[in-house]
């Protein structure tokens, strides 16, 4: 709240100088000097303190000593005239009244606020200037809501050093100026498009060096966005050197005939000295050859059209997902991997859209050091579609795709992966297993028995029946005059009532629910309670008719009818353009001509007027009316009482609409089921002749 009033008040003049004061000094300030004789406590002692000019807010007078004072009367007078004009509003403005900004009430507003500061005797508060004259020691300096801190920490940005070119290490000063004067003047350039820098611009380059030692080159997306990679891949193919570059534009000098191998090497190794691009090169060791041309920084992703299209013997991974976890990704899941995925460099280019089986194979063996696969699509590559390629893919690897769009794919090898020495385990395990399963299964069925101990004539069961010889022969006792076919009979007749069940069941809730909408549907219903149309209606002529059609159709204010149908939102609406004109157009969006022919008489009906025609349109029927000779616009009290709401009338229609699907729906369930009945009953007449 002391802000405001601290930045609004004007500054004080931190000394007063003797030229001010002084009128034989100073003759311009010679009439001012009998204002500034009023602040002396006796004029006549000139050892006596003089009484300075105070702000508003201070409680007693500012006595200074004539030793504090200033003296600037040894200065030029153009400059003292200057300093003089300055203390001189700076006096008017501590003393004048400026309405708004100087009257009573915002001067007692600084007053009190000045005065809640200087209450708390714990701590004085030094303001400077003159507040420090008022008196009292200084203890503690409290920073004010308008100071900044002055111990806070600024971290800046460090400006990033120039890296030596190539051209910079080899060519002379000398010469790479005047190369460089000679690039500026360059108007001609061979254009750099998406697919990179191919085999045709290195031939432009070089019939372009045949006449002149310079070049200039334009890259596109996305070689543009990373120039210091462009320099590099245009040295590295043409072998020239960069010797100006500037924006999207490399100026390229043909170079001498002989160039050291040791700058080369040497500005190699500083470019792949950091950790992530060791990491980077470290995942993609062994998966294959490179992309050269990749327009992001290191390491260089693995070029997929050098890969082969089929490799032998290749088949999908098994897989298997561990206990008590699911294989499905949660949200929560795919998100945390997508944000992993953003900071991985990318592991593969792929320009082709079949023929992934060597991509297929690198993936895996990606998967084995990353959970995850980054593969780019090749820039100006034709014909590319990154929805089959991404299916092909996760048929291929059974991977989890995370993110596909036109320019990437991303490939998570999922929670049930296994690398090929643990699925090599894990079938040795199984194949153990099953081995072990066959021994016990066989050593149990050759030394079953069942022992029958006779106790006083009763026969007991000591062993069970599940698993041995006995239930084999009771279940061939009770199946056994069956025939496959039969078998097969009865499985279909099974089948068959058990979808006729099902069909049944669902055709019994969609009757019931056609019950409850019905019974809705006429509750709403009995609330309307439409017109009858009047017997003695107004007779127009057919040239009235005509004219007045005519005048219909050019209006270009109409009456729109939704899906609500005719409402008592429509007959105020309709009524309000019969304020101001004879005749009325309203559209309807209804397609069958009985439905428009309804509603035509619905609307002559409940507004009493005269039904034009009805017109076709581009955007429906449109249904002129004719206010009437004699019309008079009813109150609306009595306007449309026996018609539904806006509210009602949407009920109306949505029910209707419901009742209507519920009704399609329902007759297709009972078309199914005497399909399954027709069938059922083929089906007994074929087993009935088997028999």
Known sequence: MLTPLFVSARPLPSRITISSLNPNQNPSNAAKASNFDQFKENPRLPDAAIKAPTAPWMKGPHFLQPDELIDTSHHHHKKSTRKQNAEEKTFKALNRRESGVRGSKAMKKIVRSVEKLSDSEESVVGYGGEFESLGGGIVERRRMPWEREED?????????ERVLTTADLILDEGLLCRLRREGLKLRKWVNVRKAGVTETVVNDIRLIWEGNELAMVRFDVPLCRNMERAQEIIELKTGGLVVLSKKEFLVVYRGPTERTSSVLVK?????????????????????GPRYMDWWMRRPFPVDVDLLPQVVDGYKTPSRRCPPNTRAKLSDEELTYLRNIAQALPFHFVLGRNHGLQGLASAILKLWERCVIAKIAIKWGALNTNNEEMADELKHLTGGVLILRNKYLIILFRGKDFLSDEVADLVDDRERLLRRYQHFEETKRESEIEISEVVTNGEQLEETSKTGTLLEFQELQRKFGEMEIRNLETEAEKAKLEKELKSQEHKLFILKSKIEKTTTELLKLNSLWKPSEGDDDVEILTDEER????????????????????VFDGVMEGLHQHWKHREVAKVITMQKIFSRVVYTAKSLEAESNGVLISIEKLKEGHAILMYRGRNYKRPSSKLMAQNLLTKRKALQRSVLMQRLGSLKFFAYQRGKAIEDLKSSLVKLQDSASELY
């Open 267 to 287: 500005g190699q190794d500083e470019i792949s000295s950091s950790l992530y691009e060791r990491e980077g090169e470290r995942l993609l060791n062994g998966l």
């Open 152 to 160: 806070k920490f600024v971290l800046r940005r460090t400006k990033k």
């Open 546 to 565: 005509e004219c007045l059609r005519r005048i219909g159709l050019k209006m270009n204010s109409s009456l729109v009818l939704g899906r609500r149908g």
